[in-house]
């Protein structure tokens, strides 16, 4: 019997950020490269791969590119977000990759059935994230690899010191913390990776850094969107951690930092490589 039928299905908690237009604003600038370079190495050209919580594809296209003779399954819960995808890898021309709903807690797919499990930045929105990885590892064959990054938002650092963003961190930890989410989940790969049963783990780090002027105006831009318009503007709201006139003012901190001639922000993310 797998793991999946062996435990009570896990609630996954609520997805914090949405897909608001800001959202799909940084979620279409990840690349296999900027966001799966750890990975990468890796890679069989033949191998099947399993890139769970894939939003709009653009990660799983580049995985497609890199497995010419394998094949790559991109699911999502959110079945709008997954035609966005589609068109992605039609216009790269990939034959190679198919994307369909499904929850990381209960996966469609046989034991054993692909070389690599990939997640990017699913763990820290999910509420039971070690049996979202027992999950992971039952649809990996043995061998293959359950690769997951997060990103670790207490570890987030910037320049200037606008006071404006330490509101925002603290706003969105506790926001991410009352949907059912980790919002520091970086640092914890390794501990959930091996409390899920895996024994070979490899556990690293990645940055984002965003500096230039094109930089600042767009991660500032996003997250000052992203603030006053997407889902997670509602979740804090809704709540009570936050009103408009909050949210207003991170708003315009973000955009105060971004128009910083000496701005500065790193993204620190955790990292791990899981032998099944």
């Known amino acids: 019997m797998s793991p999946s039928q062996q435990q009570p299905r896990a609630e996954t908690a609520v997805y914090t950020h949405g897909h608001h237009e800001s959202v799909l604003r940084s979620h279409t600038w990840r690349t296999a490269a900027n966001s799966a370079a750890y990975l990468l190495d890796a890679l069989e050209p033949h191998w099947r ?11 799983t296209a580049d995985l497609a590119a890199l497995v010419p003779r394998g094949h790559v ?3 999502d819960r959110a079945p709008g977000v997954l035609e966005q995808a589609r068109a992605t890898a039609a216009g790269r021309g990939l034959d190679n990759v198919t994307f369909t709903t499904g929850d ?3 996966l469609d797919h046989p034991d054993d059935s692909f070389d690599v499990v990939h997640a990017h930045q699913v763990l820290q929105h999910v509420g039971d994230p070690v049996h979202a990885l027992r999950e992971m590892r039952r649809v990996c064959r043995p061998g293959g690899i359950v690769a997951v990054r997060d990103s670790d938002y207490a570890a987030m650092t910037w320049h ?3 006071a404006g963003l330490d509101d925002w961190l603290g706003l969105y930890r506790r926001v ?3 949907n059912g989410g980790e919002p520091d989940a970086g640092r914890l790969l390794k501990s959930w990776a091996l409390r899920a049963g895996f024994t070979d783990v490899r556990a690293g780090a990645g940055t984002w850094c965003y500096s230039t002027p094109e ?9 000052a969107d992203r603030t006053v318009a997407s889902a997670y503007a509602e979740r804090a709201t809704q709540t009570g951690l936050a009103d408009a006139g909050d ?3 991170v708003a315009a901190a973000w ?8 701005g500065w922000f790193v993204v620190l993310h955790g990292e791990a490589l899981c032998r099944a």
Do not use: K, M, N
């Not at 791969?49 to 990660?59: E, H, M, Q, R």
């Not at 930089?215 to 997250?223: I, V």
């Open 49 to 59: 791969i399993l890139d769970v919580g894939c939003g709009p594809g653009t990660i």
């Open 73 to 75: 399954t991109g699911i």
């Open 104 to 106: 990381v807690f209960a």
């Open 160 to 162: 200037p010191p606008v």
């Open 176 to 178: 991410a913390r009352a």
């Open 215 to 223: 930089e600042r105006a767009w991660w500032s831009g996003l997250w």
């Open 247 to 249: 949210l207003a003012a």
């Open 255 to 262: 955009r105060e930092w971004g128009q910083a001639e000496d």
